[in-house]
């Protein structure tokens, strides 16, 4: 193997090695290939059109954070209007901070800041809700209830699109997760939903060819705080052995995240063809959200917890 110069090609003193692609970037250049990376996925995959009311996920973690800036950047080049929501699930020690962080990224950015809270919508915080109903998967109910409450927000603030910060890491992991679990129609709906539904508001991912590594140095270099703490209920265990997993082979075959999302990506349409047929969301017959089923997750899954 040839050397590697650990330069950049401007000959500027090297800030990050992208190993999947043999090269060396300083800070200037490394920024500009992040933002130019994001702004041709948003193009490609017509994420957001001119004029788009757009409202990011924003948990004021690294990933949420590099999103909200990075999209006020590309509103010079495409005008949109931006938006952030912040949701308080109400876990003691944890969001809290993250919370502090979300508000300043927002500040900084100069955009509409909405926050609201598991208690006020539910009238109950995460820690009661686990304490009252201990569950082995919390992350499964805390996801039911934000999704509920973010696209109905969304949907009364006019948004037409809602960013959530999924970077090439998550997406990769998603991608075998569904695969090894036999679910090729919930693959088949991972870069959009199978059919549109006006009520719910479509989610785009304009990190998914970001990694993880490159989303933590290009927060870094933007002074944007990255928060180590993570939620005490986090207990993804088959996500955690997938990521271990995918993170072994980047490391011995650089580029193999990359590679797993480009092969998803050419299986995308057929997928996509496949599952659509017959595919339909309906009205949850007791909330009249959009869902699949007869009832949705909140009603069927939350709800009775609450009455309890
Ligand atoms: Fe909710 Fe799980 Fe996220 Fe914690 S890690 S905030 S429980 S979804
Ligand atoms: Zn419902």
Not at 45 to 69: F, N
Not at 140 to 169: P, Q, T, W
Request: one cysteine or more.
């Amino acid at each position: 193997m040839g050397k590697i110069d650990k330069q950049c090609r401007c000959g500027k003193a090297s800030f990050i090695f992208l190993a999947y692609a043999k090269r060396h970037l300083c800070e200037r250049h490394f920024l500009e290939m992040f933002e130019k990376r994001l702004k041709k996925t948003v193009r490609e995959r017509r994420m957001i059109r001119k004029g788009d009311k757009v409202a990011v996920s924003l948990s004021g973690g690294k990933d949420s954070s590099v999103l909200l800036h990075c999209l006020s950047r590309l509103r010079k080049d495409l005008p949109m209007e931006l938006v952030a929501i912040t949701v308080d699930e109400g876990i003691k020690g944890y969001r809290s901070n993250t919370i502090d962080n979300a508000k300043n990224e927002c500040e900084k950015a100069g955009v509409e800041h909405v926050v609201f809270s598991y208690e006020e919508k539910i009238g109950m915080t995460m820690d009661r809700l686990m304490e009252k109903s201990p569950q082995e998967t919390p992350c499964s109910y805390c996801g039911i209830i934000r999704r509920y409450f973010i696209n109905k927000k969304a949907r009364e603030m006019g948004v037409d699109k809602l960013a959530i910060g999924h970077n090439l890491d998550d997406t990769a992991q998603t991608i075998l997760m569904n695969i090894f679990r036999n679910e090729p129609s919930r693959l088949a709906r991972l870069g959009e939903p199978l059919v549109k539904k006006e009520t719910l508001v479509q989610r785009i991912k304009p990190l998914m060819r970001s990694p993880e590594n490159e989303v933590v140095a290009y927060a870094k270099l933007k002074g944007i705080n990255v928060l180590e703490k993570s939620c005490p209920y986090q207990r993804f265990a088959f996500r955690k052995r997938i990521r271990g997993m995918v993170d072994g082979l980047e490391e011995e075959y650089p580029g193999t995240k990359f590679k797993i999302l480009n092969s998803f990506l050419e299986m995308e349409d057929a997928l996509r063809k496949k599952y659509s047929e017959g595919a339909a969301i309906g009205e949850c017959s007791e909330c009249g959200e959009p869902c699949s089923k007869e009832l949705c997750k909140f009603c069927s899954l939350i709800k009775p917890i609450l009455k309890h």
